[in-house]
C-alpha cells in the first residue's frame, strides 16, 4: 500500500485511501464539479473501491493526492497524476477537483498545487508534463496558463484528444516553464504572504 504525504504549511497531501472514499464519491458526483470530468457514470463506493483495489494499486504510473486543510483536517479536493514514463520523464497532470467550493481560488488551494506540481518535477523527476483539458472549460484552460503551460497542437496522447464524446486540448509545461512560473507570477511570495496573515 502506497502512503505519500507532502507536507506544506497550511496544507498537506495525503495520498487516496478508503478514507477519503466518501469525499471523492460526493465531489465527483455533483453536477457542478462534474460537468467537465471524464466520468460518464454515477460513481458508487462499489466502483471506487474496485478501481482502488484493482487499478490503482497495481500501476505504479498513476498518483492521486487529497489535499487537506492543515487547520482543521478538511479534504477539500484532489490532485494527481497518470502516464508516468521514468524513461520519458513524462507524465499526464490532471484529476484536479476542488471539491469544497470553499477553497476555490483560495491561498491554501495554490500552496496544495505547488506542492503536487514540486513533487512531480523534483521527486519523480519529470522533464515534461501534460494536460488535457475539455475545450469548453475556459475556466480550467485559464488556469493551467496561468500556471505555465502553453497549448501542443502535436498531441503526444491521441487517446485523449475525444474522451466520453468531449473534445480536448493537450497542454504541455516543461520543468523550466514552471520555474520561471515560480518567479514570474510570484506564487511562492503569494503563498508565503496569505501565511504572514496568520502570523500575530
Not at 14 to 27: A, G, S
Not at 44 to 61: A, F, G, R, S
Not at 167 to 180: A, H, L, N, P, V
Amino acid at each position: 500500500m502506497r502512503n505519500l504525504r507532502l507536507e506544506g504549511k497550511y496544507v498537506y497531501l495525503e495520498e487516496v485511501q478508503p478514507k477519503y472514499f466518501p469525499y471523492i464519491i460526493e465531489w465527483r458526483n455533483n453536477p457542478e464539479n462534474n460537468r467537465f470530468l471524464n466520468q460518464p457514470f454515477k460513481l458508487t463506493m462499489e466502483l471506487q473501491t474496485k478501481w482502488y483495489e484493482e487499478k490503482y494499486l497495481n500501476d505504479m504510473t498513476q498518483g492521486l493526492f487529497i489535499m487537506l486543510d492543515k487547520e482543521n483536517d478538511v479534504p477539500f479536493g484532489t490532485i494527481g497524476w497518470t502516464d508516468y514514463d521514468a524513461c520519458e520523464r513524462i507524465c499526464i497532470a490532471g484529476r484536479l477537483l476542488v471539491g469544497n467550493l470553499l477553497y476555490r481560488g483560495s491561498l491554501k488551494w495554490k500552496e496544495a498545487a505547488k506542492l503536487a506540481n514540486d513533487y512531480l518535477y523534483n521527486s519523480l523527476g519529470v522533464e515534461f508534463v501534460y494536460a488535457h483539458v475539455v475545450k469548453e472549460n475556459i475556466a480550467s484552460i485559464k488556469w493551467h496558463e496561468k500556471w505555465g503551460y502553453i497549448r501542443s497542437f502535436d498531441f503526444k496522447f491521441p487517446k485523449e484528444k475525444k474522451v466520453s464524446g468531449m473534445e480536448q486540448y493537450e497542454y504541455i509545461r516543461d520543468s523550466y516553464m514552471y520555474k520561471k512560473l515560480l518567479e514570474i507570477d510570484h506564487i511562492e511570495d503569494e503563498v508565503k504572504n496569505e501565511q504572514n496573515k496568520y502570523i500575530t
